[in-house]
């Protein structure tokens, strides 16, 4: 493209571009939270990020007469399983303006047809589906930490490339004192009479059994959904660990049979809360500002990161019982006035019905989007599970 120069981030002085482009971009929109500069750059850490070790990825800035217009990241995750072979990009942002989208979209799409791929999904992370995952196309107001936030133009671009929606992500949000359904009251009832099911909230000081536990409940649940979801102990027990200062033990809720980890529901405060006055620092300085904002600066909103039951206990009502347990305890012992559950994939009926059974109503969508590569392929969505 005429006067458009493309660059391969490799410096650090390009590095710290990568990063300032987008806080330039959003400088005037009130609702951009700028991500932690530190929490992207370790996505592109080969030394932090397991997935160089077989995977491969490129980040780039578009400049036109010396001026960033645009910038991406392109990368093959192999464990991210498609029916054909399916490359990624994320991190993409772009001025609006049609030709130069199609120009970056166009570099991703040879980038991995070089590599052997069919297809491309965006934009999606480098790593896990719970961060900088999707488009947002529908609520567009404080994005959540870890989470994607665009202009509305976004979706324009992606839709007259050619992309389409291969699924949507649907956040639900709620007040921690709306009522839940009648059912959810009547399950929790008749597993209150069980003397072998108990709720049992989060405690920081056995976090590696609750990892455990939390890894157990994870895999089984979701072991249908195939996408490289199947999480490792010790890769869980890092998770937490590095959760520990943001841990509140009054809002993460774990059910047992017998000792024996049957559901969870995993929630965090939203830190954004917090983290929204630092613009993308998190030095010394900002640590001990972040300490002192969590102490005195009082935050009512959480985030429902993960829910999960057993396939052995689907369908009968373990959940409800969890909730009404969970919901009690978080009234009387927390200040949080509203929470997000977050990332619910528009495949997922089962857990749309449990979001829709608590009362709450649809406050953003982000959609993940597909482009084959053979324009003769038909075009399937992401099947339910």
């Not at 009251?185 to 909230?201: D, F, G, R, T, Y």
Request: hydrophobic share 35%.
């Amino acid at each position: 493209m005429k006067n458009v120069s493309i660059i391969i981030v490799e410096d650090k002085k390009q590095k710290e571009e990568f990063l300032n482009f987008t806080g330039r971009l959003y400088n005037d929109d009130k609702n951009y939270i700028r991500p932690i500069d530190q929490d992207i750059e370790c996505i592109f850490d080969n030394a932090k990020n397991k997935l160089f070790e077989d995977g491969h990825c490129q980040r780039l800035l578009f400049k036109r007469n010396d001026e960033t217009v645009g910038k991406v990241a392109v990368f093959i995750n192999r464990s991210y399983k498609q029916e054909q072979p399916t490359g990624g990009f994320g991190f993409f942002d772009c001025i609006n303006d049609q030709e130069i989208a199609n120009f970056i979209f166009d570099y991703c799409k040879n980038w991995l047809q070089e590599r052997g791929m069919e297809a491309m999904d965006g934009p999606i992370n480098f790593g896990e589906r719970d961060k900088f995952w999707g488009l947002l196309v529908e609520g567009f107001t404080e994005p959540l930490y870890s989470m994607n936030y665009n202009f509305p133009y976004y979706q324009t671009l992606f839709e007259n490339y050619g992309f389409r929606s291969y699924f949507d992500q649907l956040c639900y949000s709620r007040r921690t004192d709306s009522e839940v359904s009648r059912v959810f009251m009547i399950m929790h009832k008749k597993h209150k009479l069980n003397p072998a099911i108990k709720a049992v909230a989060l405690k920081k000081n056995n976090l590696k059994k609750y990892a455990k536990d939390f890894t157990t409940v994870y895999n089984k649940a979701w072991i249908s959904h195939g996408e490289g979801k199947q999480l490792k102990e010790a890769d869980t027990i890092k998770m937490f660990e590095e959760m520990k200062s943001i841990i509140n033990e009054h809002i993460s809720w774990f059910v047992y049979e017998n000792d024996k980890p049957i559901a969870v529901w995993l929630n965090i405060p939203d830190i954004n809360q917090w983290l929204k006055y630092f613009n993308g620092k998190f030095g010394l300085i900002e640590k001990l500002k972040f300490l002192w904002l969590k102490k005195f600066r009082k935050n009512r909103k959480m985030v429902g990161m993960v829910f999960g039951v057993v396939p052995e206990w689907q369908k009968k009502g373990i959940e409800g019982y969890m909730i009404c347990e969970g919901t009690e305890h978080m009234l009387k012992f927390t200040d949080f006035e509203t929470i997000e559950l977050q990332w619910i994939g528009d495949f997922n009926p089962k857990m749309i019905k449990i979001a829709e059974s608590l009362n709450s109503t649809i406050t953003r969508r982000l959609t993940t989007y597909r482009y084959h590569f053979d324009e003769n392929k038909i075009f399937e969505r992401h099947p339910i599970v």
